[in-house]
């Protein structure tokens, strides 16, 4: 079935960066499209980025548009997204998860807290 | 861009009761809504795709229906484990987004 695995979450202070990591093992991350959704504390889920398989298509939300950068390395199994520009709002615990046919996402990691915060 | 709703916010029963969970869709979308169980502290975890197909390893307790713009999970006879936050979710055609609903928490009564 396959295991996800986020790191690089982290108390970061407002307008700076920080980059997420997704490690794919069990399964060939080449096969699939990938998004991120984030979590704020006591919230409810929220779309962030997508990639397809080969990098070919990416969106974004509108939250994080211009901010945010979604990229893989497939010869590494292994996703990431790049964070700038952070404010308060983008606190949240953000989960890689595998898009399977279209749009469900049918395996999830367990998420890494970013905290933005001075 | 879609907007999904889910009704109500909190739904408070007994186990072994039937919970009956609403997602209305700000338009009509195709079959691609699906239903995410989340419990506290834990990643959410697919239940339902294409409306009504159960994920794998999802107990036939859980069903989904409905068409158009709106749609339901049905837990049939509630159990312990089961008490937790539902979301829906859709992905549009164009703009290529996709969306969650706000959730239903279903808690103990």
């Known amino acids: 079935e396959g295991q996800l695995v986020e790191s690089g979450g982290g108390l970061v202070k407002p307008g700076g960066s920080r980059r997420l990591s997704c490690a794919a093992s069990?399964?060939?991350?080449?096969?699939?499209?990938m998004t991120w959704v984030r979590q704020a504390p006591g919230k409810g889920l929220e779309w962030v980025s997508f990639?397809?398989?080969?990098?070919?298509?990416?969106y974004y939300a509108d939250s994080v548009k211009g901010r945010f950068t979604i990229s893989r390395d497939n010869a590494k199994n292994s996703l990431y997204l790049q964070m700038n520009s952070l404010r308060a709002e983008d606190t949240a615990v953000y989960y890689c998860?595998?898009?399977?046919?279209?749009?469900?996402?049918?395996?999830w990691g367990q998420g890494t807290l970013v905290t933005v915060s001075s | 861009e879609i907007v999904l709703t889910q009704s109500p916010a909190t739904l408070s029963l007994s186990p072994g009761e039937r919970a009956t969970l609403s997602c209305r869709a700000s338009?009509?979308?195709?079959?691609?809504l699906a239903w995410y169980q989340q419990k506290p502290g834990q990643a959410p975890r697919l239940l339902i795709y294409?409306?009504?197909n159960r994920a794998t390893g999802i107990p036939a307790r859980f069903s989904g229906s409905g068409s158009g713009t709106a749609f339901t999970l049905t837990i049939s006879s509630l159990q312990p484990e089961d008490f937790a936050v539902y979301y829906c979710?859709?992905?549009?055609?164009?703009?290529?987004?996709?969306?969650f609903g706000p959730g239903t928490r279903v808690e103990i009564k």
């Open positions: 294409d409306v009504s």
């Open positions: 338009q009509s979308i195709t079959k691609y």
């Open positions: 069990g399964f060939t991350l080449s096969s699939y499209s």
């Open positions: 998860a595998r898009v399977l046919v279209f749009y469900r996402l049918d395996s």
């Open positions: 990639i397809s398989m080969s990098s070919d298509y990416i």
């Open positions: 979710q859709q992905r549009s055609n164009w703009p290529p987004l996709f969306t």
